[in-house]
């Protein structure tokens, strides 16, 4: 599906973004993470083949939460939680992670702060449905 105009607007401005993927025996793991677009994939890196990373190797299904700065006309925070299916690429990581750093930290920083980082490993998440409490709902809630 096509990522609406405000949810990337949110995703640029760097809200919080929790990434929730399946541990082996069905339980959530919840992670906050660095959240990116390229094109209409949601994107985030992770320097070691960690938890989530192994998750979605095994199995794709994975929810993003964001978080709004926003609230509704009825007073609620506004957030977006996106369901989709995801992929590691391997490699790519601390390039997408000190474009990334650029928003979350600031300007000139240098991320990862290390010499020669791991290749690592690209999470790449294609969005099939949006729910939540904003503009990008059709809900007045």
């Given at each position: 599906?096509?990522?609406?105009?405000?949810?990337k607007?949110l995703?640029?401005?760097?809200?919080?973004?929790?990434?929730?993927?399946?541990?082996?025996?069905?339980?959530?793991?919840?992670?906050l993470?660095?959240i990116g677009?390229?094109?209409d994939?949601?994107v985030?890196?992770?320097?070691?083949?960690?938890?989530k990373?192994?998750?979605?190797?095994r199995d794709?299904?994975?929810?993003?939460?964001l978080?709004?700065d926003?609230?509704s006309s009825?007073?609620?925070?506004?957030y977006?939680?996106?369901?989709g299916?995801a992929?590691?690429?391997?490699?790519g990581?601390p390039e997408?992670?000190q474009?990334?750093?650029?928003?979350?930290?600031?300007?000139g920083?240098?991320?990862?702060?290390?010499?020669n980082?791991?290749p690592?490993?690209?999470?790449?998440?294609r969005?099939d449905?949006?729910?939540?409490?904003?503009?990008?709902?059709?809900?007045?809630?």
């Amino acid at each position: 599906m096509e990522i609406p105009q405000d949810v990337k607007n949110l995703i640029e401005a760097g809200c919080p973004a929790h990434l929730v993927t399946l541990n082996p025996d069905g339980s959530p793991q919840v992670t906050l993470v660095w959240i990116g677009l390229e094109g209409d994939e949601l994107v985030a890196g992770h320097l070691p083949r960690n938890r989530k990373v192994k998750n979605i190797q095994r199995d794709p299904r994975v929810v993003v939460s964001l978080e709004a700065d926003t609230k509704s006309s009825m007073g609620l925070t506004e957030y977006a939680v996106l369901y989709g299916k995801a992929r590691i690429q391997e490699g790519g990581a601390p390039e997408l992670l000190q474009r990334l750093a650029e928003v979350h930290i600031g300007p000139g920083v240098k991320f990862p702060p290390m010499e020669n980082p791991p290749p690592g490993y690209v999470t790449r998440i294609r969005v099939d449905r949006i729910e939540g409490v904003g503009p990008w709902t059709g809900r007045p809630v």
